[in-house]
């Protein structure tokens, strides 16, 4: 008989919603992300979870896309937690400073424990030429970053790409360490991939990388925006990118993670992949 989960939640990745046309080139239909996201709580309701996670790309542009996707979430019976993408902050410069508050998130990164788990969620935008007001030294210290990046010939020096200031890497190292300190095991969240090497990995991914190898109690780290989806794994940890829910006009991509005392369970949704994997 196989054993029940500690506990079970649900990603979603990019819904990146906005009444527009199609983006025929990239196959992405920001529009349809309503019905999708509709569909993919009502498959959420059947089920007995934790709580929800939106690992950022709510939508793709303009402040007015929030008033139309966010009451959608309200239908959902589960806790539901966010983190903010670079699609986020494609909205009026005097909005910058609030998207955060406009999705009911506390703070831009923060962590919660749950069965022996912590759950560290952090801000991949915090150092980028998009989410920082202009002229703040962040969007300058992203260009620092993109350069470096583009002169060791690596491939994600893009500005469409994020990552994390000092003070937030100093919490984040401190949560690990809390973490580890009281025995949970713990489960990354961030909008950028940091590995396998890709396009779309965090401008600091080099950085994290080197911070989680000296971690053997981080079991995954989750996120979205390469829309395509990856995974792979180095060390203890397992890096598992969502497939974009926004992508092709008619299939969805969600998921359930179920987490087991010996494994974490994905049952994935449309185009999402189904996986087990052992810890």
């Known amino acids: ?7 079970r939640f649900g990603v979603i990745a990019d819904p990146q919603y906005a009444d527009l046309e199609p983006n025929l080139t990239l196959d992405r239909y920001p529009a349809n992300s309503l019905v999708k996201l509709r569909a993919a709580i009502e498959e959420f309701n059947r089920h007995d979870l934790a709580f929800v996670v939106t690992l950022g790309d709510i939508i793709d542009r303009e402040w007015k896309s929030f008033d139309a996707i966010l009451p959608v979430y309200e239908a959902l019976r589960h806790p ?6 670079n699609h986020d902050f494609a909205v009026a410069p005097a909005h910058l400073g609030t998207v955060p508050a406009r999705v009911g998130m506390p703070s831009p990164y923060y962590d919660f424990s749950l069965s022996g788990y912590r759950f560290i969620a952090l801000d991949g935008n915090e150092v980028s030429v998009f989410a920082p007001p202009a002229g703040d030294p962040r969007r300058q ?8 990046l583009e002169n060791a010939g690596a491939p994600n020096g893009q500005r469409w790409n994020g990552s994390i200031g000092d003070v937030q890497y100093d919490w984040f190292a401190a949560k690990l360490r809390e973490a580890k ?4 095991k713990v489960i990354v ?7 396998p090497d890709n396009s779309h990995n965090a401008l600091d991914s080099g950085r994290m990388l080197a ?9 995954a780290y989750l996120n979205g925006h390469n829309h395509a989806g990856n995974f792979g794994v180095s060390g203890d940890t397992y890096f598992i990118n969502f497939k974009g829910m926004v992508d092709t006009g ?10 087991h005392a ?16 052992a810890l």
């Open 1 to 7: 008989m196989p054993s029940a989960p500690l506990f």
């Open 80 to 85: 539901k937690y966010f983190l903010l993408g």
């Open 141 to 148: 210290e992203a260009k620092d970053r993109m350069k470096a």
């Open 181 to 184: 300190a009281v025995g949970e």
């Open 189 to 195: 969240m961030n909008h950028y991939p940091i590995f």
């Open 211 to 219: 911070l989680l190898a000296e971690q053997d109690h981080v079991v």
């Open 250 to 259: 008619d299939t969805s991509a969600y998921a359930i993670v179920s987490v």
């Open 262 to 277: 010996d494994r974490l369970e994905i049952t994935g949704f449309g185009r999402e992949e189904s996986r087990v994997l």
